[in-house]
Nanobody, 123 residues
Framework: QLVESGGGLVQAGGSLRLSCAFSGTIFSDNTMGWYRQAPGNQRRLVASINKDGSRTNFAASVKDRFAISRDNAKNIVYLQMNNLEPEDTAVYYC??????????????????WGNGTLVTVSS
C-alpha cells in the first residue's frame, strides 16, 4: 500500500515536504522513488533513493532543488521540495523503482499506484 500526503498550493519559490507511507516488502526491500504527472503528460520519475538511503538520484529538472530521504523504521519516504516553480505543478506519487525504470509491480505485470498528492505552484 502507498499513501502520499503533503501536497498543496504554494507560491513560486516556496517549499513543501511530501510524505509517502508504504507497506510491503516490495517497497521496503527496494529502491523507492517519487514520480510526478502533470496534466496532459506522462508520469515521470523525479527522484529515487536506494534501500539503505545511501544513494539518491534526481531528474535534471529538480536537481539541486529537491531532496529525497527515507525512514526505514517508519516505512516512510520523503520528498523535500524547495524553490518550487510553476513547472513543478503535478500530482506526485511514490512507488518502487525497478532497474529497468519501471516499478517492481509493473515488472510483474501489475499496475499499482497510490492516490498521489497534488502540488500546485502559482507564479
Amino acid at each position: 500500500q502507498l499513501v502520499e500526503s503533503g501536497g498543496g498550493l504554494v507560491q513560486a519559490g516556496g517549499s513543501l515536504r511530501l510524505s509517502c507511507a508504504f507497506s510491503g516488502t516490495i517497497f521496503s526491500d527496494n529502491t523507492m522513488g517519487w514520480y510526478r504527472q502533470a496534466p496532459g503528460n506522462q508520469r515521470r520519475l523525479v527522484a529515487s533513493i536506494n534501500k539503505d538511503g545511501s544513494r539518491t538520484n534526481f531528474a535534471a529538472s529538480v536537481k539541486d532543488r529537491f531532496a529525497i530521504s527515507r525512514d526505514n523504521a517508519k516505512n516512510i519516504v520523503y520528498l523535500q521540495m524547495n524553490n518550487l516553480e510553476p513547472e513543478d505543478t503535478a500530482v506526485y506519487y511514490c512507488n518502487s523503482v525497478h532497474p529497468t525504470g519501471t516499478t517492481w509491480m509493473a515488472s510483474w505485470g501489475m499496475d499499482y499506484w497510490g492516490n498521489g498528492t497534488l502540488v500546485t505552484v502559482s507564479s
